[in-house]
């Protein structure tokens, strides 16, 4: 049972980052006409509707350390997707993404305890072997945007367990959405608002789905199976991921770095599967 515990949970976050992935591939048309942060505020928005009318949480499924929780997650959400794309405006999308992935390195690094730190470390080489960020110039700007992203990414893991553990179903998600999107629409609504056409909202309303109603939902599921070190060790497939479909979507041929850090990081995503089943939650069912 526990392997099976395990094994589960690697699935759904490799279901997650998979849609991650397709959702960013079909993103990126939008950027043009609202630029990557109204691009990122219009899933936001849909998401949150999505999953209000959805899972239509009631104030009284939560105690005051859960919906505590569900705002902060809000927040840290509305944070990671909005930095990350300031980052990539700035960044090559290789160097962004390597230092983004800094985040969940270093909750693998620091949860792992000791003698687990192999994994994260392989992940690690894996990472910056796939996204070679020696290549292109380093806005100082981009920079401090894309470590504010794996700041974020580092806080998203940690509360969206806790959130996983306090709040039964999806409900978590159906608070901390709607709290994301609203943060978003502080800072990128009133720039965007303007530009929208009926076409580019049906757009957004399905880019919501692929991305993040269905993988933020696979992420909290997979985080009630699996430890942070072990989930945070296995989000480092997700460059491996990004290359796969960007080679039948984008036709972005890898080069050799890129297929060494492939190897690299589904090693380290191996290895850390086994060891990554947590206890079920008290209260809370792994089945959920």
Avoid at 138 to 151: I, K, N, S, Y
Avoid at 210 to 238: H, I, K, Q, W
Avoid at 253 to 268: K, L, Q, T
């Amino acid at each position: 049972m526990p392997a099976r515990t395990a094994r589960s949970g690697a699935a759904l976050a490799a279901g997650a980052m998979l849609c991650v992935q397709l959702g960013l591939a079909a993103s990126v048309g939008l950027f043009d006409r609202i630029g990557p942060e109204g691009a990122a505020w219009l899933r936001l928005a849909w998401a949150a509707v999505l999953l209000l009318v959805l899972v239509r949480p009631r104030p009284s499924a939560f105690t005051r350390t859960g919906l505590r929780a569900c705002v902060a997650l809000g927040i840290v959400t509305a944070g990671l997707t909005l930095f990350f794309m300031a980052a990539v405006a700035r960044l090559p999308l290789g160097t962004a993404s390597a230092l983004e992935f800094l985040g969940p390195l270093g909750v693998a690094v620091v949860r792992g305890g000791r003698g687990k730190l192999q994994w994260p470390a392989l992940a690690a080489v894996g990472v910056v072997l796939l996204t070679e960020p020696w290549h292109g110039g380093a806005d100082p700007v981009g920079v401090a945007f894309a470590l504010a992203a794996a700041v974020c990414w580092a806080a998203y893991i940690l509360l969206t367990q806790r959130v996983g553990d306090e709040v039964a179903g999806l409900r978590g998600l159906a608070v901390s959405m709607p709290v994301a999107a609203l943060a978003a629409t502080v800072v990128v609504g009133p720039s965007v608002l303007g530009t929208l056409t009926p076409e580019l909202v049906l757009v957004g309303l399905g880019l919501a789905v692929l991305l993040p109603v269905v993988p933020f939902s696979l992420e909290l599921l997979a985080l009630r199976r699996l430890t942070t070190a072990a989930f945070g060790t296995l989000m480092s497939l997700e460059p491996a991921v990004a290359l796969v479909v960007g080679l039948v979507a984008l036709h972005q041929v890898p080069g050799p770095a890129a297929v060494a850090g492939i190897a690299f990081v589904v090693a380290a995503g191996v290895g850390a599967e086994p060891t990554g089943r947590r206890a079920a939650p008290s209260g809370i069912p792994v089945a959920q």
